[in-house]
């Protein structure tokens, strides 16, 4: 089981937009939308929201239209603060629940705990004790709205395997530690997980410019990487440590110096450069309003007898169904070509080519994600969609809100921005001899640029 606790305690000041940053619009949703519209996933079991009072009104409003489960907390002073109260209410939903997880006891999580940091055993033992009944916890910032379900699954497997799991990139650039060589070798001898004095949610960044004179010296990149979420973790393991730190009144930057304090060793995985976090305002001047890019998509497919016939990702009943190489789904069809074409490349014949074995009845819902995944990797987001269906035969006005939903999840949109509609052709040509069935699309996308 997997639950996801997005901190969101922060006022976002320094994005300099005069509102809060998870409010920005990211493809006719906000930031925060679209970040828990990438937890929209079978094995998630819930997603909990811990923010500021001030926040609490609008986010509450967004999981209460959601069809996701949202449980919205209070966050704290710190971010230590936040993610503790957002794992006391799954703390709390678990035991009124009565389901059956791992080491539920407090005094069962602390065992683990003090097995690990007494005895130096390392995470993955510790996840081979609790590889049955496993209940892990994925910890991710809100402002953190690219995330990959490929991060997401590998962040997961890792914890699976050593339960653990952090996130990392090498560092391109040259670093350069602030402070005389000596001073900081003796910072670093110290305790590492002093006491934090002042809130992560309120600190401005350190304007290492400010003082020309400030003594630096430079140090091997190699031997440092730069941490992403989410962090994932062993349930209980990680409520054990959240709160000997609550206890002990300490604050930490993120959950991996928490748990590496409490329980020793954290697990490293690869994380993705587009997984950025929004933060300073030129990470919000990429989204360029004027910056669109439109295409237009069509189809057309016989209707034949011995078909299912799928239109929208969905199987509508009919006595027959489209004649095609893959499942022959018309409206998807279109809605490919037509993002296809706004971005610049070829289209699905080319793509996903009929002399293909691969893609014989394949499923057309797929390869829209594999369409997605493309113009995604060449920094494209889609703005809006407006599609037609053409059938004189069945009447497809009640499948409509469910083909909207389905497109729009697989597009990372707001059912908003995905516009259906059906038509007849008053029984004229060969659709409406009910031969065939015709889709046509338009789609506007914006490109962000990196």
Same mark, same amino acid.
């Given at each position: 089981?997997?639950?996801?606790?997005?901190?969101?305690?922060?006022?976002?000041?320094?994005?300099?937009?005069?509102?809060?940053?998870?409010?920005?619009?990211?493809? =006719?949703?906000?930031?925060?939308?679209?970040?828990?519209?990438?937890?929209?996933?079978?094995?998630?079991?819930?997603?909990?929201?811990?923010?500021?009072?001030?926040?609490?009104?609008?986010?509450?409003?967004?999981?209460?239209?959601?069809?996701?489960?949202?449980?919205?907390?209070?966050?704290?002073?710190?971010?230590?603060?936040?993610?503790?109260?957002?794992?006391?209410?799954?703390?709390?939903?678990?035991?009124?629940?009565?389901?059956?997880?791992?080491?539920?006891?407090?005094?069962?999580?602390?065992?683990?705990?003090?097995?690990?940091?007494?005895?130096?055993?390392?995470?993955?033992?510790?996840?081979?004790?609790?590889?049955?009944?496993? &209940?892990?916890?994925?910890? &991710?910032?809100?402002?953190?709205?690219?995330?990959?379900?490929?991060?997401?699954?590998?962040?997961?497997?890792?914890?699976?395997?050593?339960?653990?799991?952090?996130?990392?990139?090498?560092?391109?650039?040259?670093?350069?530690?602030?402070?005389?060589?000596?001073?900081?070798?003796?910072?670093?001898?110290?305790?590492?997980?002093?006491?934090?004095?002042?809130?992560?949610?309120?600190?401005?960044?350190?304007?290492?410019?400010?003082?020309?004179?400030?003594?630096?010296?430079?140090?091997?990149?190699?031997?440092?990487?730069?941490?992403?979420?989410?962090?994932?973790?062993?349930?209980?393991?990680?409520?054990?440590?959240?709160?000997?730190?609550?206890?002990?009144?300490?604050?930490?930057?993120?959950?991996?110096?928490?748990?590496?304090?409490?329980?020793?060793?954290?697990?490293?995985?690869? =994380?993705?450069?587009?997984?950025?976090?929004?933060?300073?305002?030129?990470?919000?001047?990429?989204?360029?309003?004027?910056?669109?890019?439109?295409?237009? =998509?069509?189809?057309?497919?016989?209707?034949?007898?011995?078909?299912?016939?799928?239109?929208?990702?969905?199987?509508?009943?009919?006595?027959?169904?489209?004649?095609?190489?893959?499942?022959?789904?018309?409206?998807?069809?279109?809605?490919?070509?037509?993002?296809?074409?706004?971005?610049?490349?070829?289209?699905?014949?080319?793509?996903?080519?009929?002399?293909?074995?691969?893609?014989?009845?394949?499923?057309?819902?797929?390869?829209?994600?594999?369409?997605?995944?493309?113009?995604?990797?060449? =920094?494209?987001?889609?703005?809006?969609?407006?599609?037609?269906?053409?059938?004189?035969?069945?009447?497809?006005?009640?499948?409509?809100?469910?083909?909207?939903?389905?497109?729009?999840?697989?597009?990372?949109?707001?059912?908003?921005?995905?516009?259906?509609?059906?038509?007849?052709?008053?029984?004229?040509?060969?659709?409406?001899?009910?031969?065939?069935?015709?889709?046509?699309?338009?789609?506007?996308?914006?490109?962000?640029?990196?």
């Amino acid at each position: 089981m997997v639950d996801i606790i997005l901190a969101c305690g922060g006022n976002g000041s320094r994005a300099g937009l005069g509102y809060n940053k998870l409010k920005f619009d990211i493809g =006719g949703m906000s930031a925060l939308e679209k970040t828990l519209s990438a937890f929209s996933r079978d094995d998630v079991n819930a997603i909990y929201v811990s923010c500021s009072p001030d926040d609490k009104e609008w986010i509450s409003a967004i999981a209460q239209n959601s069809h996701l489960q949202i449980i919205v907390c209070d966050g704290g002073a710190s971010r230590t603060q936040s993610v503790w109260n957002a794992l006391s209410a799954i703390n709390r939903n678990e035991s009124s629940n009565q389901k059956n997880i791992a080491f539920q006891s407090q005094k069962q999580c602390n065992n683990i705990a003090e097995n690990c940091q007494n005895s130096g055993e390392k995470r993955k033992n510790i996840a081979e004790k609790l590889q049955q009944n496993a &209940h892990f916890v994925l910890i &991710h910032d809100g402002a953190r709205p690219f995330v990959s379900q490929q991060l997401i699954d590998r962040v997961i497997s890792t914890c699976e395997q050593f339960g653990s799991a952090i996130p990392c990139l090498p560092c391109s650039d040259s670093l350069r530690q602030l402070g005389a060589q000596n001073d900081t070798q003796a910072s670093n001898s110290t305790n590492n997980n002093q006491k934090v004095t002042q809130s992560s949610h309120t600190s401005n960044s350190l304007d290492c410019c400010q003082n020309n004179t400030q003594a630096s010296h430079s140090v091997n990149r190699n031997q440092f990487v730069r941490v992403q979420t989410p962090q994932a973790f062993e349930f209980s393991a990680l409520f054990s440590a959240y709160s000997r730190a609550i206890a002990d009144k300490k604050d930490f930057a993120d959950d991996a110096s928490l748990f590496e304090n409490y329980c020793g060793e954290v697990h490293l995985c690869d =994380g993705e450069e587009e997984n950025t976090k929004l933060t300073y305002p030129s990470d919000f001047r990429t989204f360029t309003p004027d910056n669109f890019f439109v295409g237009n =998509g069509w189809d057309t497919h016989q209707l034949v007898d011995g078909r299912k016939l799928i239109l929208g990702g969905l199987e509508v009943p009919h006595s027959r169904g489209l004649l095609g190489h893959s499942d022959a789904d018309v409206l998807l069809h279109a809605i490919m070509d037509a993002i296809l074409s706004a971005s610049n490349n070829r289209d699905i014949g080319c793509l996903f080519p009929d002399s293909d074995e691969r893609y014989k009845n394949a499923n057309s819902a797929k390869l829209l994600q594999e369409v997605m995944t493309l113009i995604t990797s060449q =920094g494209f987001v889609v703005n809006n969609l407006s599609a037609v269906v053409m059938a004189q035969q069945p009447k497809l006005k009640n499948y409509i809100p469910q083909m909207q939903a389905i497109i729009a999840q697989i597009l990372n949109v707001s059912p908003l921005r995905v516009s259906l509609s059906a038509t007849t052709t008053e029984k004229l040509g060969l659709v409406g001899h009910e031969q065939a069935i015709s889709a046509n699309a338009y789609c506007s996308l914006r490109k962000k640029t990196f």
